[in-house]
C-alpha cells in the first residue's frame, strides 16, 4: 500500500520537473536566438556599432572618397610595380578612410565613442573597456586587422598605418611604422606611405630628415599642414611595434572575434537539449500513464472471469 502511494506521489513531482525542463529550455534556446542575432547583426550589416564622423570630416580633405570593399583589392596584383603597388595602396587605404577628432588635432575622451570597441563589434572587449586595467588601451583602441579597422571606417594616422602595414606584412613584404610626436607613416622598399594624407613619397625617411623640404610638393594640397608636416619629418622618427607585437594583437583581436560566437551558441545548445530531454520525458510519462490505465481497466474482466471458475 505504502508503495502505491510513493508511486503515485512520484508520478506528478516528475511530470512536474519534465514540464520545467522543457520549459526552461524554450527559454534558454530563445535566450540563445536573440544573443545569437545580436551578435551576428554587425557582421550582416544589419546595424552599424560605431556612429558616423560628422559630415565636415567626411567631406573634408582627410575625408571618404571610397569604401574599401574587399580587402583582397588592396594586395598587389601579379605583374604590379613594386612603386605603383606601394602608391595604389597608400591612396585606396586613404580614400576609404576617415581622419577624424572631435577636438583639436589630438585624442580626447569625447573621441571615446568613436575609438572604444562597439558593444555589437565585439560586447567582451566592449565591456572589458570599463575596467581600469583595459581601460586606456580599449577606450582608443586601434585594429591591426585591415577587415576590422575599414569596417569602422575612421581612425587616425596611427591606425591607417596599421592596416597598410598589416595588408604589406600578409604579402611578405618588407615595411615597418615609424612615429614622431607629430605623425605616423609606414616606410616599405625605401618609400614612405602616408595612408592619412593619402602621400605616397618615393623617398626613405632618412633622406627626408636630411632635408624635409622633399615633402613640399608631395603634401602641396595640404599648405595649412606643410609647417607642422615639415617639423615632424625632421625629427628623429622611432619605430611604432614589433612583427611579433602586432601578430600577438592580431592573433589577440582573432580569438576574441572567435570567442563573442562561444556563449549565444552554447546557450541555444543548452536550450535545446533541455527542451528536448523535458519533451522526451513527458512523453515518456504520458506512455507510462496510458500503460497504467490500461492494465488497470483489464483487472475487472480478469477478476469476474475467476470469479465465475469459482462458481
Known amino acids: 500500500?505504502?508503495?502505491?502511494?510513493?508511486?503515485r506521489d512520484r508520478k506528478p513531482r516528475l511530470t512536474l520537473i519534465a514540464a520545467l525542463t522543457r520549459s526552461l529550455?524554450?527559454?534558454s534556446a530563445g535566450a540563445g536566438t536573440a544573443f545569437l542575432f545580436f551578435v551576428s547583426a554587425y557582421p550582416l550589416g544589419l546595424i552599424s556599432a560605431y556612429p558616423a564622423p560628422p559630415a565636415a570630416a567626411t567631406d573634408g580633405p582627410l575625408g571618404f572618397e571610397?569604401?574599401?570593399?574587399?580587402?583582397?583589392?588592396?594586395?598587389?596584383g601579379p605583374d604590379e610595380p613594386m612603386q605603383a603597388y606601394l602608391d595604389r595602396l597608400t591612396k585606396a587605404v586613404a580614400g576609404g578612410m576617415v581622419h577624424y577628432w572631435t577636438e583639436g588635432d589630438r585624442w580626447t575622451t569625447a573621441d571615446t565613442r568613436y575609438t572604444r570597441i562597439g558593444v555589437f563589434d565585439n560586447y567582451l572587449l566592449w565591456t572589458l573597456s570599463f575596467r581600469p586595467e583595459y581601460r586606456e588601451n580599449l577606450q582608443n583602441y586601434e585594429f591591426v586587422t585591415p577587415r576590422k579597422a575599414l569596417d569602422r571606417g575612421y581612425g587616425f594616422c596611427s591606425q591607417v598605418s596599421k592596416i597598410v602595414y598589416s595588408v604589406l606584412a600578409d604579402q611578405?613584404?618588407?615595411?615597418?611604422?615609424?612615429s614622431a610626436p607629430e605623425h605616423t607613416v609606414v616606410e616599405s622598399n625605401g618609400n614612405i606611405l602616408d595612408s592619412d594624407y593619402?602621400?605616397?613619397?618615393?623617398?626613405?625617411l632618412a633622406e627626408i630628415q636630411q632635408d624635409p623640404s622633399i615633402i613640399d610638393s608631395y603634401y602641396a594640397q595640404f599648405g595649412s599642414m606643410l609647417p607642422l608636416l615639415r617639423q615632424a619629418y625632421?625629427?628623429?622618427?622611432?619605430?611604432?611595434?614589433t612583427a611579433e607585437g602586432f601578430n600577438e594583437v592580431r592573433a589577440y583581436e582573432a580569438k576574441f572575434e572567435r570567442l563573442k560566437w562561444v556563449p549565444p551558441l552554447m546557450l541555444l545548445a543548452l536550450g535545446i537539449l533541455l527542451a528536448a530531454g523535458g519533451t522526451l520525458l513527458q512523453r515518456r510519462e504520458e506512455s507510462a500513464r496510458l500503460a497504467s490505465r490500461s492494465g488497470s481497466q483489464s483487472h475487472p474482466a480478469i477478476s469476474i472471469s475467476r470469479a465465475r471458475d469459482h462458481l
Request: proline share 5%; net charge negative.
Open 1 to 7: 500500500m505504502n508503495d502505491a502511494i510513493e508511486i
Open 25 to 27: 529550455g524554450l527559454f
Open 66 to 76: 571610397q569604401k574599401v570593399g574587399d580587402v583582397g583589392d588592396l594586395y598587389r
Open 172 to 178: 611578405g613584404i618588407e615595411a615597418a611604422i615609424y
Open 198 to 204: 593619402g602621400v605616397f613619397i618615393p623617398h626613405s
Open 234 to 241: 625632421g625629427e628623429s622618427w622611432q619605430p611604432l611595434g
